[in-house]
């Protein structure tokens, strides 16, 4: 693979100024690199991923140069598939309004609005994921600090069970324990038309 690099430039009227933005994609050895230079608040992204024998690697940093907020983030996703069972470890490390990256599913809906209570701050958990007769079974444990005024770790144990019918529907069960005793339940069915 070669390398690729592009560059962008738009007009914001709503901000009043100009933003250009500089991405450059290759690889170095096995390794796929993504380095995006942003002029808005002088923000940088590095997204480095690699595969090895079932070994699936993701790493981002999202920094801002900008004095006025802390706008930074890491995040980092293992993927290992041993006799079928994938294992997985991911962590997320935020501030302020740093957007979503692919470990952020693990924990569920990223928040990036900098006053919300809902915002992760740091995440960090093990899940594994396999199928069992004709359904797909996963299970994650995981800590979650989120912004709020006292910043409090949250731990959660997660199991989720989908299944493919045969209507090409899909159903979706979830059952969340969360620390303090609030356990949910959630039925969802995917229907494409």
Do not use: C
Not at 80 to 98: I, Q
Not at 105 to 114: K, L, M
């Amino acid at each position: 693979m070669g390398w690729n690099v592009s560059y962008e430039t738009t007009d914001d009227t709503t901000n009043g100024d100009d933003r250009s933005e500089i991405i450059v994609k290759g690889a170095i050895g096995p390794v796929n690199v993504s380095h995006e230079m942003e002029s808005f608040e002088d923000h940088t992204t590095t997204t480095l991923s690699t595969s090895y024998q079932g070994v699936n690697l993701y790493y981002q940093n999202q920094e801002s140069d900008n004095s006025s907020k802390d706008d930074n983030k890491d995040a980092l996703q293992i993927d290992a598939t041993l006799n079928g069972v994938t294992l997985t470890y991911a962590k997320v490390d935020a501030s302020e309004t740093a957007s979503g990256t692919q470990s952020d599913a693990f924990f569920g809906t990223f928040d990036g609005a900098a006053d919300s209570a809902t915002r992760i701050d740091e995440a960090d958990g093990f899940g594994l994921k396999t199928d069992i007769a004709g359904n797909t079974v996963q299970f994650r444990n995981y800590t979650i600090q989120k912004a709020s005024a006292v910043s409090t770790d949250v731990d959660y144990n997660k199991v989720i069970v989908t299944r493919n019918l045969a209507s090409g529907a899909t159903a979706e069960v979830t059952y969340t324990d969360e620390d303090g005793g609030n356990e949910t339940l959630d039925i969802e069915l995917r229907v494409k038309f």
